[in-house]
């Protein structure tokens, strides 16, 4: 069973940045794409961007582009989402989830691919 944990979120001032992390456990291959969501107060859960099993996709929401990077590193079962630039309207909560695939360039950010999610992290953009 995967198992997802998410941290790093936390308040900040708009233009700073945060680093989020997303641990996975409990499944002994890498064959897995990760995606980051977001949900804010009555709204929708919105895809903010993904990652393939290698590493070598990555998409990312209109609203982040060259704003936040998403990375990996398999050695720590770990994917990260660096985020620059934050302003108010990126203030949900953050989480992580994951789909098991053997294709390893295969990412996308629609929810309904992912079956393995975390518990979400609060992130709050806010002078």
């Known amino acids: 069973q995967l198992q997802l944990v998410e941290s790093g979120g936390g308040l900040v001032q708009p233009g700073g940045s945060l680093r989020l992390s997303c641990a996975a456990s409990?499944?002994?291959?890498?064959?897995?794409?990760i995606g980051w969501f977001r949900q804010a107060p009555g709204k929708e859960r919105e895809g903010v961007s993904c990652?393939?099993?290698?590493?070598?996709?990555?998409n990312y929401a209109d609203s982040v582009k060259g704003r936040f990077t998403i990375s990996r590193d398999n050695g720590k079962n770990t994917v990260y989402l660096q985020m620059n630039s934050l302003n108010p309207e990126d203030t949900a909560v953050y989480y992580c989830?994951?789909?098991?695939?053997?294709?390893?360039?295969?990412?996308?950010?629609?929810?309904?691919?992912?079956?393995?999610w975390g518990q979400g992290t609060q992130v709050t953009v806010s002078s």
């Open positions: 989830a994951a789909f098991i695939t053997i294709n390893q360039r295969l990412c996308v950010v629609r929810p309904n691919y992912y079956n393995y």
């Open positions: 409990g499944f002994t291959s890498d064959y897995y794409a």
């Open positions: 990652i393939s099993s290698s590493g070598g996709s990555t």
